[in-house]
């Protein structure tokens, strides 16, 4: 199967159904031993100091890995990836954009599929077939997000990992589903985690996204509800692809968000939320609207080129825990 980097999660059912393999170029980046090389290809090339690390992270992995055909989303994402889009066709590259309605409509989210089944040179018939390949995989992510929040088997830090690598599978779903069931049964045989602090997690994936869910679990917390992740693993599968893909809330207004995330966090008794926004993207500017609508305590965290927890950041993260912690013995004393 040919290659094809996606700049985020996207109906790869189709991608697939086209005779490619999806690379999810985000995760690609951020694994690299260096990620830093990747974005100084960006820079170099002329990409702005002050534009997305993530945006020059894809282009880096782009340039450096040969992937020469890229399926760049417009629409539901990120407004750079417009201009990314423009970038790579001028280096020759082969472009093939998606956009996601602009409101999670069946209807229209069919009319969007079947356009991208045309440039592809599919059909959602052969689409439909690979979905049904997927669902056992997709099934065993829920079963990893209910360990993590009913059982307190599965980490934070280990949910998150599952979750996004779910956006392509890690290029081989038998492979994926093959570990996944390894990795669940090794969990049922754990001890559950104490009674620590619950945390939810929303916004895009961290750039510090190991040192950041280690630092919370050396705190006494643990991430029991990744927003971003677990919508890329497709919690809400429907009954065709289009209905998936307009229950995915990830593309679509805040306000869908929000009702995802205020009834996982009503449901997972989650104590504190960590709000991440990447320096320099537009939704950053959300988080005036999660600080108005979200009634229980939200620490902001912005990250760009660090690619761990700087001292200030921790600093930031151990306050909020303490006060987390006093909020909770305050409630217990007065029962």
């Not at 005779?19 to 290809?41: E, H, Q, T």
């Not at 700087?310 to 409630?331: C, G, N, W, Y």
Request: charged share 20%.
């Amino acid at each position: 199967m040919k290659p094809i980097g996606i700049t985020t999660t996207v109906p790869i059912e189709l991608l697939s159904a086209a005779g490619y393999k999806a690379i999810d170029l985000n995760n690609v980046f951020i694994n690299d031993p260096s990620p830093d090389r990747l974005v100084s290809i960006a820079e170099r090339s002329g990409f702005p100091l002050n534009c997305c690390t993530w945006i020059k992270g894809i282009y880096g992995v782009c340039i450096d890995r040969g992937i020469d055909t890229v399926l760049c989303v417009t629409t539901g994402d990120c407004s750079n990836t417009i201009m990314l889009m423009e970038v790579l066709k001028l280096r020759g590259f082969r472009v093939i954009p998606f956009a996601y309605p602009d409101q999670p409509d069946t209807r229209r989210m069919q009319e969007c599929l079947e356009t991208l089944a045309k440039n592809l040179g599919t059909n959602l018939e052969d689409a439909e077939k690979v979905r049904r390949d997927l669902a056992p995989c997709r099934q065993l992510t829920g079963e990893l997000d209910e360990l993590t929040w009913e059982e307190n088997l599965v980490s934070g830090w280990e949910n998150h990992l599952w979750l996004i690598s779910s956006s392509d599978f890690n290029g081989d779903h038998r492979q994926y589903r093959l570990q996944l069931e390894q990795f669940l049964s090794q969990c049922r045989q754990r001890q559950p985690y104490g009674d620590g602090l619950r945390l939810a997690y929303i916004g895009v994936p961290p750039v510090f996204a190991q040192d950041l869910y280690r630092f919370l679990e050396q705190q006494g917390a643990t991430v029991v509800f990744n927003e971003v992740q677990r919508q890329f693993a497709m919690p809400k599968p429907g009954g065709s692809l289009a209905e998936q893909y307009s229950n995915y809330t990830y593309p679509y207004s805040i306000f869908n968000r929000l009702d995802d995330i205020t009834t996982e966090i009503q449901q997972r008794r989650v104590d504190g939320v960590i709000h991440y926004v990447q320096a320099f993207c537009h939704r950053a500017i959300g988080d005036i609207i999660f600080r108005r609508m979200i009634n229980i305590p939200i620490l902001t965290l912005e990250g760009n080129s660090a690619y761990v927890l700087t001292p200030h950041l921790q600093t930031k993260v151990e306050a909020f825990i303490d006060m987390l912690s006093r909020s909770r013995q305050l409630l217990e004393q007065g029962r």
